[in-house]
Structure formats: structure tokens, C-alpha cells
């Protein structure tokens, strides 16, 4: 096998047709965010990102996007709002030398927090396990109740919080894609508005992250597509959402809400219109991403399999590295809490009781 590391923006149109092409028919799940597109789009903003082209017998057989960090620590591509990970590759390729792949992309390491499916010897580095929750819309088309799992008193309240809202701002109406770029601007700002209120890192405060969703807002590809929802009450927006979609799958991704209207509960009633056009599109199936959000809980139909972990080269200096790092974060970690009333409280707490 022949390991060659490049540039996302200096593959050529037949190897990435030959990474879709692996998206469609490997083992790999056809998830946006491993399309040459999404790699390309954070290139474009991140100069340390790359691409692993593994080939055999002058045949394209696996993609492996990562970023390369300090000391040769290797993350994956858009790291913080990437929600699929791993290595794409044809279904001949079942497996893989990891050491030999690392020391090809001058890692001594790679760290991940959204391992997908398929990834076979990533695997053996996997310490976490989790679910993605995911509505399958599978059955719309023959007039299957999307929300039929769902919980009489969602069904009942999303309906009458929409007669309220329409009464009081106007009728309600719901755009699938917005292509005006001022759209995309104003959930940024809205979202900025949210992450500060509750008192959380304001992603779009990072210039990368917002000239990605612009560019990715841009896209248009079989593969991965931005996607700009609008709910409107009237002429005024009150909920948005940007994700990004393949030709079978919606990745759900950034949600907003307008707070003034938030009693009548914006956010459900864009996500109810959402599922509905997102299985008239032709999608079977969307993923809510990984978090414990309780609504997720209640209006998912099942859970994509995601893990955490690293896989390391099989030398002492790269165990040696993989342990200092660990210890880095126990010790940041650690200094948060100390440096917080509230979460040292809660920790205090914890000890207490055990």
C-alpha cells in the first residue's frame, strides 16, 4: 500500500468522485461530514489539515482527513463541530496498518470523540462508547406518522403552540433551504446571542468556524450540502437551523430560536417542520448528533453507534507523548472546577456522598 498526504484543495476530481463513490457503496455511513466536501471547506480556513489517499495497485482504496496539531498529536478535521470521524474506505479494504498510517501522516498519535462505524482497526483504540440519536424516515412516502413514537402530549402541545403563534405574528410558513447569505449571518448572530446567554464558548467567535458554514452554506454536492431552514411567523424568522445533508441523511447541526417568541417553542415547531421536509426531500433518515439533550430522548426512533479514543504508533515516545497529554487535560480539567463556585460545589457534593 502506497500512503500519500495532501492538501484537501489539491485532490483531483477523480479521487474525490473515487471518495464518494467509497461514501455510497463501503461500509463507511455516507455522513456529510466525511465527504471530500467537508474536508475541503475546512481546509480552506484550517492550513493544517490533510488528507491520507491509501492506494493499492494504482487504485484509490481509503481517505483519512485529519489535522495535524503540535508535537505530531493528530485531531480530526473541523475539530469541535465535526460530528463524524474516521477513515473512509472501499469495502475490499477491511483492514489497515495503523502505525504504518500515523507514521505516514507524521502522527505519533489521533485522538477522536465521533468515531463512526466501519472503522476497523481504529476500533482497538476506542475507550467510550455512545448513540447518536436518529429519526428514521423510512415509510414517509407510503404515510407513516413521523412522530407517530412520539408522546401524545408533544403531538398535542407542537400543534397548539402553533395555532397560538400563528394568531399572534401571522401565519406560519417554512422555507426547507434559504440561499441568502444573510440569512446564514443572522443564525451566526443569534447563535452567538445563545452560547453567551448560557454561559458557553461562543464557537462563531472563532473566524474558522464562521467562514466554514459559509462556505459549506455555498455547497452544493450529492455528497454533503448546506442546508439553511427558516421557520417564519409572518414575515419575521423566529427559528433557523443549518445542517448538512448527503443524498440519504440530514445531519442535524446548529438550531436557533428567536427568545422573544421562545412560550410558543419555536425551536419544536421548526424541528417538526424540519422532519417533514427533510422526508419529502427524499432523506431517510437524520442525525441529531451526539449530546443528552432530553428532547433528542423523545422524538428519536433509535441511536448511531459513535465512540471516543485514540490509536498511537507503537513506540515508547509516542506512549510517552499520549500519556503527558493525558495528564494535560486532567490538569486543565481539574483547574476549571477549582476555578468555578458552582461546579466546585457540585464536585464537593459528589465526594460527600461517596
Avoid at 53 to 80: M, N, Q, S, W, Y
Avoid at 165 to 182: C, K, N, Q, T, Y
Avoid at 269 to 295: M, N, P, Q, T
Wanted: with cysteine; hydrophobic share 40%; aromatic share 8%.
Amino acid at each position: 500500500m502506497i500512503i500519500t498526504v495532501v492538501r484537501p484543495t489539491e485532490l483531483g476530481p477523480a479521487e474525490a468522485d473515487a471518495w464518494r463513490t467509497m461514501l455510497d457503496d463501503g461500509p463507511v455511513p455516507a455522513n456529510p461530514f466525511l465527504s471530500p466536501e467537508f474536508s475541503r471547506a475546512v481546509g480552506l480556513q484550517r492550513p493544517a489539515v490533510r488528507v491520507a489517499v491509501l492506494t493499492e495497485a494504482d487504485r484509490c482504496v481509503g481517505f483519512f482527513p485529519f489535522e495535524r496539531r503540535p508535537l505530531g498529536l493528530g485531531r480530526p478535521i473541523g475539530d469541535g463541530i465535526c460530528d463524524a470521524q474516521g477513515l473512509v474506505h472501499s469495502a475490499q479494504l477491511t483492514s489497515w496498518d495503523t502505525d504504518a498510517l500515523l507514521r505516514a501522516c507524521r502522527l505519533y498519535a489521533w485522538q477522536f470523540d465521533h468515531l463512526t462505524t466501519g472503522q476497523g482497526p481504529f476500533e482497538a483504540g476506542i475507550t467510550h462508547r455512545a448513540g447518536s440519536p436518529v429519526i428514521d424516515l423510512s415509510g414517509a412516502a407510503e404515510g407513516r406518522d413521523l412522530f407517530a413514537h412520539c408522546s401524545v402530549r408533544f403531538r398535542r402541545d407542537a400543534r397548539a403552540k402553533e395555532r397560538r403563534l400563528a394568531r399572534r405574528a401571522g401565519d406560519i410558513r417554512f422555507v426547507f433551504h434559504e440561499s441568502d447569505p444573510d440569512a446564514l449571518e443572522k443564525l451566526m448572530a443569534w447563535k452567538s446571542a445563545q452560547y453567551l446567554a448560557k454561559g458557553k464558548p461562543d464557537l462563531f467567535s472563532r473566524p474558522w468556524v464562521a467562514e466554514t458554514l459559509r462556505e459549506l452554506h455555498r455547497t452544493r454536492s450529492p455528497a454533503c450540502s448546506g442546508v439553511l431552514s427558516v421557520l417564519y411567523a409572518g414575515d419575521r424568522p423566529v427559528a433557523y437551523h443549518f445542517g448538512l445533508r448527503s443524498q440519504h441523511m440530514l445531519c442535524h447541526w446548529f438550531p436557533v430560536y428567536d427568545p422573544d417568541v421562545a412560550t410558543f417553542s419555536p425551536g419544536l415547531l421548526h424541528f417538526r417542520k424540519l422532519v417533514e421536509a427533510a422526508a419529502a426531500a427524499g432523506l431517510s433518515r437524520i442525525d441529531l448528533g451526539k449530546d443528552d439533550y432530553e428532547w433528542k430522548t423523545s422524538v428519536k426512533t433509535g441511536d448511531a453507534p459513535v465512540a471516543e479514543g485514540h490509536v498511537a504508533r507503537a513506540t515508547p515516545q509516542a506512549a510517552l507523548r499520549v500519556r503527558v497529554r493525558h495528564s494535560e487535560l486532567v490538569r486543565r480539567g481539574r483547574g476549571l472546577v477549582a476555578a468555578n463556585p458552582v461546579l466546585r460545589a457540585a464536585a464537593l457534593r459528589v465526594l460527600d456522598r461517596s
